[in-house]
């Protein structure tokens, strides 16, 4: 059967695909081209999108031959599940395949922020030598905040405790007794608030709703710490961005590490861009050799799977 990948995909995945029979056009740009990709779509028997291919209304009607939609990565923002489930297309994502390095990321920033060698070594490299400007702080005892209790949050906690960090989390879709809490030992709060007002740094790790866009704004910029972090690895648009701006250059909070942006690529002259202590990357933090491997793999594999009658535990709608 014929497969379009729109973006881009590990190529053991895409050899996968082909050593069980399937044709594959491949453009990772693809997603960029939209009037190109609309004139291509009727002829596919399944497509494989990751973040940048909206999937909408107008996408849907010309998939008319599409039999199932695979998504390398696990964010949904961009498809019309509804649109999709009418027209009993399955969304097939890749569950939990790039948990760890979202996690890892998360460590890596928070690290940065305790112990910021890359501008040590630019200074250095400078002539500079200066010990006391670049003392930094241990993880140890500073409490993490995790907003979304779900498989990525239990990984970022597991890792946090090992470095003697206090875990708390809110996510009202968690009860006391699952896993994430007592397996994991975070410590559930009862309100985002007090979550807000006691931790050092807080990730997010939630899905881009319209309950959670701009979930973290102004008001709640107020409630955190001075030295407090925020960081972003989940969606663009949970985080009101000119909020953030004012609220470090007002020194309300320490600074964030954003991942992901609500318009992506960055856009020109960004406001974000300007504030040295808002650390930036290019939605990276899924993305590491080992898991763009079993992400390609994971979707080739559940998207064959479909294609010949089966049924994908990875299926979203």
Not at 254 to 262: F, H, K, R, T
Not at 306 to 317: A, E, F, I, T, W
Request: aromatic share 6%; with cysteine; hydrophobic share 40%.
């Amino acid at each position: 059967m014929k497969i379009l990948v729109t973006e881009l995909m590990w190529e053991d995945g895409i050899e996968e695909l082909k050593k069980r029979g399937h044709s594959v056009d491949y453009d990772m740009v693809l997603s960029r081209k939209r009037r190109e990709l609309l004139s291509l779509l009727p002829e596919y028997d399944a497509l494989i999108v990751r973040n940048e291919t909206k999937v909408d209304t107008e996408f849907l009607e010309l998939a008319g031959k599409t039999q199932v939609i695979g998504r390398l990565g696990v964010g949904l923002d961009n498809i019309d599940l509804q649109g999709a489930k009418e027209r009993n297309i399955p969304i097939i994502s890749a569950r939990n395949a790039n948990a760890t390095s979202v996690a890892e990321y998360v460590m890596a920033a928070m690290l940065d922020a305790s112990r910021p060698l890359s501008e040590a070594d630019a200074d250095v490299r400078q002539e500079n030598w200066d010990r006391k400007f670049f003392t930094g702080y241990e993880l140890n005892n500073r409490t993490l905040g995790l907003i979304g209790m779900g498989e990525i949050a239990h990984r970022v906690a597991k890792r946090a405790k090992a470095f003697g960090m206090k875990v708390v989390g809110f996510d009202p879709f968690v009860a006391p007794f699952d896993h994430v809490v007592q397996e994991t030992g975070i410590h559930q709060m009862e309100k985002l608030e007090d979550l807000l007002k006691e931790s050092d740094f807080i990730s997010l790790h939630v899905p881009l709703t319209k309950a959670t866009k701009h979930l973290i704004n102004r008001d709640n910029f107020s409630l955190m710490k001075q030295h407090a972090y925020v960081i972003n690895s989940a969606r663009g648009g949970l985080i009101h961005e000119q909020d953030l701006v004012e609220a470090v250059e007002a020194n309300q909070i320490a600074g964030a590490y954003l991942d992901v942006l609500e318009k992506e690529p960055i856009e020109k002259d960004s406001p974000l861009a300007q504030v040295r202590s808002i650390r930036l990357s290019p939605h990276i933090a899924g993305l590491t050799i080992e898991a763009q491997s079993r992400t390609a793999m994971l979707i080739a594999e559940e998207v064959d799977r479909v294609l010949n009658d089966g049924q994908s535990l990875c299926r979203v709608n």
